[in-house]
């Protein structure tokens, strides 16, 4: 067995036998059947931590995270899988490799034990894991509670030139519900304005973006996406990448869905940054690009199975997150052309504040749900559907909520970061993985070797 090769088989034991530890199934197309691993579109064959029939049995039964987990079904996983031996031989090869990839594989080694312990924790074989290593190990950064008060004073300036003045809390509530419900996306026509906000994106991505990649990446198609409404969804949203259609050459379509929330409650503003963060130059373009890249021999086999709860997890949400300036070719909120696009973007800016702000309170400060739900709604402007979302079964989910939402302010704040210190040139390329796979923390080896 090569090197690489045996990189590649504790790659995928390490991941999907963490993923399949809590439930989770990579060839789900559905996001309410995938969990920690994103993806799976590298032609790999599967491996027996997915394989073996005791993994289905246990994936059925929801994993460790279930309300009842079925303690037979995972000891019968555990006897045939060895997965906390792959963590620790995952760390032990990223060692070996070392440089660039070596970092990378150490971060997501380090993220996938710490999942190991949690999901112990939660079978009750394990200690409680410690809320600022989950958030450490996932962001690169000790937890801290959010600051959410120059977005809304912002808010608070725009609505008063668009007519909605506001003078406490609960008028400023009130005036964002008011703007809200005078822009709402009609939910029959999602497919129309994804596909129109779609098109602008684009435009703005191959003006902005495309020139600073390299020439094999600007064919790839940035936005094959597919919108699907689905009822009740604990989520707002699901981008599930797929990748794994091929033309008759062999080549990949680069294909994506998107699941929405039949229920969201968003504006059209709102659903402009959302369908930027989502599809282009977002998440599907930032999938796309890292397959072609891996399809060019660019970027190892790790490329194709990204994982959520890690560091590299963390930079894709803030590469998303800021995704709506880039397609502009701006830094900052307030350069974008459209003081409606404006507020829309700080909205949606605050509530990824908020997903933080949940986990914080949730897990440092140990509040109830409702008090959470209070805080989300009053200050950071969430919508009731979002607050109570983000404060039950995101918030209060045992590793989505110490280990993901506080991932989503980190990246943001980074990739702003790192884009107003660093020229387009320069920096598009480091994000998007042209240099080698990066994460939250190894990009800045990239951008600023010492």
Known sequence: MTDETLLTRTTATAILGIDTLFGGDVLDPSGTGRFIADSWFSDEPLPAAYTHPAAAVLRKAGGV???APDLAALDAYLSAIDVAAAVKELSRL????GGLRGAYLAGTADSLQAMWELGQELVGRGPKVDYDRCVVTSTGKAPEPSKPEAKRRRVAELLAKAGYRSGTPEELLAAVDAWRGERLVPKKSIGQLADAFIAQLDEGTRRHLVPHLPAALRDVPRANITFLPIADAWFSGSMNYVGRARHADGSPKFEATYEINASLEISVPEFAQLVSHEVVPGHVTNFAWTQGLFVGKRLGFEST?????????????????????MAFGVTEVEQLPDADL???????????????QSSWLTWREGLPQAEVAAVLRRDFLCSAERADKLSGAWGRHPLLGRMYLPAYRAGTEKVAELRRRHPASK????????????????????LEPR
């Open 65 to 67: 995270a279930a309300k």
């Open 94 to 97: 990223a060692g070996a490799v």
């Open 305 to 325: 199975v990204l994982t959520m709860n890690t560091r590299g997890a963390a930079l894709s949400e803030g590469i998303a997150n800021n995704a709506i300036l």
């Open 342 to 356: 404006q507020l829309g973007t700080l909205l949606a800016l605050l509530q990824d504040d908020a997903k933080n």
């Open 427 to 446: 920096v598009i390329p480091a994000l998007y993985n042209v240099n080698g796979l990066v994460d939250l923390v190894t990009i800045d080896r990239v």
